[in-house]
């Protein structure tokens, strides 16, 4: 598993001068994983005595134990065994930011890659040439803005997105996902260029009485073309990259990713489309 950037950082700030400071930490990154990621470890940090709380107002910490500091530094001059960049499968994992310092790789035994979420996520719009495809039952903005890089890249370069969610059509939406889907809507749609498209898909269906749930999707999935495929419980919501315990696969397969696609597509094909009439009703 590769650990947020701001990890490794944090430990050469502390190496080089013995203080860093949440406002260091906003001046070097603007990644929310790395920031937020970041802020729960200097808290992890300070819990185990290893730093300390300065009376200062731009949060500075500083060495209080070094040799429980020589100790975590040793944590991050270890060579990773294996190269992210070239794999065939990974497992996918979202640990809740307060307790992710404390996930050590060492306490499992994984044969292949592991990856967190948003990297797995982020690696399948990479993968990206032709049409990506999002299984998003929860379409929330705060997860979305989180690659909306990538996504205005795509976007660009004519890719066509589909976006498969649900209860959008329902009597009485909810306002947040109404909102986080006609703000996708619009921005891909500006960006759009080469040919690209985008449309936006439910499939949510209830009893007649309109009381109980008939049928619907509730997958969790991100496709690169036919060629990768992340699956698992964990999608594009902040809670889920931050906040919840999160496990799948991702998987760079012809073979695999092509059977995804096409698992989505038997879905898509029977969802309603979602119009920017019904979104902006």
């Known amino acids: 598993m ?28 603007d990644d929310e994983y790395d920031l937020t ?33 020589a100790a975590e530094r040793e944590k991050f001059d270890e060579a990773s065994e294996y190269d992210t960049q070239d794999f065939d499968r990974a497992l996918v994992i979202s640990v809740p930011s307060p307790l992710l310092a404390q996930f050590s790789e060492d306490d499992f035994d994984y044969p292949i ?43 660009e370069q004519g890719v066509s997105l589909r976006v498969l969610t ?39 269906h ?15 999935m991100a496709i690169a073309d036919q060629t990768s495929a992340y699956v698992g419980s964990g999608e594009f919501r902040r809670s889920s990259m931050y906040k919840n315990g999160e496990a799948g696969y991702l998987v760079r397969s012809t073979d695999e990713a092509r059977f995804w696609a096409q698992f989505f597509d038997f879905f898509w094909e029977q969802a309603d489309q979602v119009t920017r009439t019904r979104l902006e009703s």
């Open 2 to 29: 590769t650990n947020p950037a701001s990890f490794p950082w944090i430990i050469a700030e502390l190496s080089q001068s013995g203080t860093v400071s949440i406002e260091d930490l906003h001046n070097e990154f």
């Open 37 to 69: 990621y970041g802020e729960e470890y200097l808290k992890t940090l300070k819990r185990e005595g290893i730093i300390e709380r300065l009376p200062t107002a731009d949060g500075r910490y500083q060495v209080t134990s070094e040799d429980a500091f």
């Open 113 to 155: 890659p592991m990856l967190q979420l948003d990297q797995a996520l982020q690696r399948v719009l990479i993968d990206t040439e032709d049409v990506i495809r999002l299984g998003v039952p929860y379409l929330e903005g705060d997860g979305l803005d989180r690659f909306a890089d990538e996504l205005y890249a795509l976007a």
């Open 166 to 204: 649900r209860e959008l059509l329902v009597d009485n939406p909810a306002d947040r996902d109404l909102k986080a889907a006609r703000d996708l809507l619009d921005k891909y749609e500006d960006r759009i260029d080469n040919g690209g498209t985008i449309e936006i898909r439910d499939f949510y």
């Open 206 to 220: 209830a009893m007649p009485s309109g009381r109980r749930l008939d049928m619907s999707v509730h997958f969790k």
